[in-house]
C-alpha cells in the first residue's frame, strides 16, 4: 500500500474505550429488559446480567490477547487468517467471516435504527412506514457524520459517550431515590427452584443481556487506527465491559425498584415508563430523547467498526479490491463504509427486530467467538511468547468458558436460527470453494500447479 493511504493512529485509550462503550448500550438494554423479565419473570433476571458480562469478559480475553498481537484493521479477519493458516484454512475461515460480516454487520446497524425509529414513537405516533422512513434515514445520517478523518471521529464519540454515561446516571438516580425493596425483591413461587426451566429461562435471558454487551472488541477492530494499541486495546476492553456492567445491573435494579417486574415484563417504552413514574411525563419525553441519542451513538461506532472489516479483506486478496480504497484527503475506508451503509439501509426498512437480535447472535457464535476461541489456542502454539504483549490470566480456563458459553447461546437461539446459521456457513463454504477454483486458490492451487 502506498504510504500515503495507510490508516491514521489516531485514537488514545478514552476514545478507544467511549467508543466500545457508546457501541455497547445503544438502544439494547433499554428494548431487552422487558424480554428479560419474560424470559425469567422476577427479580432473578438479575441474573442474566450477570451471565451477559461474565461471558463478554471470558471472551474478551481472547480479543484483549490477539488484538495486542494483531493490531490491524479488520480484527476477526486478520485473527482467523493469522490462526488457520494464510494460505490454506485461514484464508477459508476469514472468508467465511467476511461473508457474514456483509449480511451481518448490517443486521446490526439496522437494528439499531429500527430500535430508534420504535423508541421515537413514545414521542409521537408513527404507522409502520414512517417508522422505517426514521430507520433509514438516521442510517444515512451516520455514514455522513463518518465520512471525516478518524481524529474527528474520536472527538465526536467523546461527546456521545459524555451523554450516554450521563444519561444512564440520572437513571439510576432517579431509581435510587424513588426505590422501593420489597416491590424490587418480590419474589414469585418457585424462582429458585433449579430445574431445566429455569436453565432454559436463563439461556434465552442471557441470549437477550449478551446482545446489549455486544460492542466490547470493537476497538480491535480499530487496531490500525489506535495509538500504543498493544496497551490501549486490552484496556479499552476490560474497562468498557466492567463499567457497562455496573450501569446495567444499577439500571435493571433501579427498574424493578419502581415499575413492577409483572408490569414491566409487558412494557414497549419500559424507560420511558419509569421516568414517567419517577419525574412526570415531561421528564418521560426527555428521557426518551436521550435513549435515541444513545442509540444513535451505538449506530455511529458499530457502523465505524464494521466498516474496517471489508477494508481489511480486500486488501488481502481475499474480497473485492474496490473495498480497500483509502479516501485520498481524509484517509478512511469509504468504499466499505458507504457499502455496508446503503445494506444498512435496505435492512432497516423490511426487518423486524426481535428477529434480527437472535439472528444476530446465531450467525457470530460458530465462525466468529467459537472459531476465534478455538484459533488463539492454535496461535500459541505456533508463536512464541514475545509475540504476545498481551497474555490472559489462568489460561485456558477462560477460552474454554467462552466456547462453552458461546455454544449454549447457539442452542438458545433456537431450533430455526440454529439451521438458519449452518445453511449460511454452507452457501458461504460452497461460494468459496467456486471463487477459489476461478482464481486457483487454496485448495486448489496444488491441484493446478
Known amino acids: 500500500m502506498n504510504p500515503a493511504e495507510k490508516l491514521e493512529r489516531g485514537l488514545g485509550l478514552k476514545e478507544a474505550t467511549a467508543l466500545n462503550m457508546i457501541d455497547m448500550v445503544g438502544i439494547g438494554p433499554f428494548i431487552v429488559i422487558p424480554f428479560v423479565i419474560q424470559a425469567m419473570p422476577g427479580p432473578q433476571c438479575l441474573l442474566a446480567w450477570i451471565a451477559g458480562a461474565l461471558l463478554s469478559f471470558f471472551d474478551a480475553c481472547v480479543w484483549a490477547e490477539l488484538g495486542a498481537a494483531m493490531p490491524e484493521a479488520g480484527g476477526s479477519y486478520v485473527y482467523l487468517r493469522e490462526a488457520y493458516g494464510p494460505g490454506r484454512w485461514g484464508r477459508f475461515m476469514s472468508f467465511l467471516l467476511i461473508w457474514q460480516t456483509m449480511i451481518q454487520a448490517p443486521l446490526v446497524m439496522a437494528s439499531a435504527a429500527i430500535g430508534f425509529a420504535q423508541y421515537l414513537t413514545y414521542l409521537h405516533p408513527l404507522s409502520w412506514i414512517q417508522q422505517r422512513a426514521a430507520a433509514g434515514a438516521v442510517v444515512v445520517l451516520v455514514v455522513f457524520l463518518l465520512y471525516r478523518r478518524i481524529a474527528a471521529v474520536g472527538k465526536i464519540s467523546m461527546a456521545i459517550w459524555v451523554g450516554v454515561v450521563g444519561t444512564m446516571a440520572w437513571l439510576i438516580w432517579g431509581g435510587a431515590t424513588h426505590f422501593d425493596v420489597h416491590r424490587a425483591f418480590t419474589f414469585p413461587a418457585g424462582a429458585w427452584?433449579?430445574?431445566?426451566?429455569?436453565?432454559?429461562?436463563?439461556?434465552?435471558?442471557?441470549?437477550?443481556?449478551?446482545?446489549?454487551?455486544?460492542?466490547?472488541?470493537?476497538?480491535?477492530?480499530?487496531?490500525?487506527?489506535?495509538?500504543?494499541?498493544?496497551?490501549?486495546?486490552?484496556?479499552?476492553?476490560?474497562?468498557?465491559?466492567?463499567?457497562?456492567?455496573?450501569?446495567?445491573?444499577?439500571?435493571?435494579?433501579?427498574?424493578?425498584?419502581?415499575?413492577?417486574?409483572?408490569?414491566?415484563?409487558?412494557?414497549?417504552?419500559?424507560?420511558?415508563?419509569?421516568?414517567?413514574?419517577?419525574?412526570?411525563?415531561?421528564?418521560?419525553?426527555?428521557?426518551?430523547?436521550?435513549?435515541?441519542?444513545?442509540?444513535?451513538?451505538?449506530?455511529?461506532?458499530?457502523?465505524?467498526?464494521?466498516?474496517?472489516?471489508?477494508?481489511?479483506?480486500?486488501?488481502?486478496?481475499?474480497?473485492?479490491?474496490?473495498?480497500?480504497?483509502?479516501?485520498?484527503?481524509?484517509?478512511?475506508?469509504?468504499?466499505?463504509?458507504?457499502?455496508?451503509?446503503?445494506?444498512?439501509?435496505?435492512?432497516?426498512?423490511?426487518?423486524?427486530?426481535?428477529?434480527?437480535?437472535?439472528?444476530?447472535?446465531?450467525?457470530?457464535?460458530?465462525?466468529?467467538?467459537?472459531?476465534?476461541?478455538?484459533?488463539?489456542?492454535?496461535?500459541?502454539?505456533?508463536?512464541?511468547?514475545?509475540?504476545?504483549?498481551?497474555?490472559?490470566?489462568?489460561?485456558?480456563?477462560?477460552?474454554?468458558?467462552?466456547?462453552?458459553?458461546?455454544?449454549?447461546?447457539?442452542?438458545?437461539?433456537?431450533?430455526?436460527?440454529?439451521?438458519?446459521?449452518?445453511?449460511?456457513?454452507?452457501?458461504?463454504?460452497?461460494?468459496?470453494?467456486?471463487?477459489?477454483?476461478?482464481?486457483?486458490?487454496?485448495?486448489?492451487?496444488?491441484?493446478?500447479?
Open 193 to 449: 427452584n433449579f430445574s431445566w426451566i429455569f436453565f432454559a429461562g436463563l439461556g434465552h435471558a442471557t441470549v437477550q443481556t449478551i446482545y446489549t454487551y455486544l460492542g466490547y472488541y470493537n476497538v480491535a477492530t480499530l487496531g490500525g487506527e489506535v495509538r500504543e494499541p498493544q496497551k490501549n486495546i486490552p484496556r479499552a476492553i476490560f474497562i468498557s465491559i466492567f463499567g457497562i456492567a455496573v450501569l446495567y445491573l444499577a439500571m435493571q435494579t433501579s427498574i424493578l425498584g419502581v415499575v413492577p417486574w409483572h408490569e414491566a415484563q409487558h412494557s414497549s417504552f419500559i424507560v420511558s415508563t419509569f421516568v414517567e413514574r419517577t419525574y412526570g411525563a415531561n421528564w418521560a419525553a426527555f428521557a426518551t430523547g436521550l435513549i435515541l441519542f444513545i442509540a444513535f451513538g451505538s449506530l455511529f461506532s458499530a457502523t465505524l467498526g464494521y466498516s474496517r472489516v471489508p477494508y481489511a479483506a480486500a486488501l488481502d486478496g481475499n474480497f473485492f479490491s474496490v473495498f480497500a480504497r483509502v479516501h485520498p484527503i481524509k484517509r478512511f475506508p469509504h468504499v466499505s463504509l458507504l457499502a455496508l451503509g446503503a445494506a444498512a439501509f435496505i435492512f432497516s426498512l423490511f426487518f423486524r427486530l426481535s428477529f434480527v437480535i437472535s439472528a444476530i447472535l446465531a450467525m457470530r457464535c460458530l465462525i466468529q467467538f467459537i472459531g476465534q476461541s478455538v484459533g488463539l489456542g492454535l496461535l500459541r502454539r505456533r508463536w512464541p511468547r514475545e509475540r504476545f504483549p498481551f497474555r490472559m490470566w489462568f489460561y485456558p480456563v477462560p477460552v474454554i468458558i467462552a466456547i462453552l458459553g458461546w455454544a449454549a447461546i447457539f442452542v438458545s437461539t433456537g431450533g430455526r436460527l440454529m439451521i438458519a446459521a449452518l445453511a449460511f456457513v454452507a452457501l458461504g463454504s460452497i461460494i468459496y470453494l467456486g471463487r477459489a477454483r476461478v482464481l486457483k486458490q487454496w485448495p486448489f492451487e496444488e491441484a493446478s500447479a
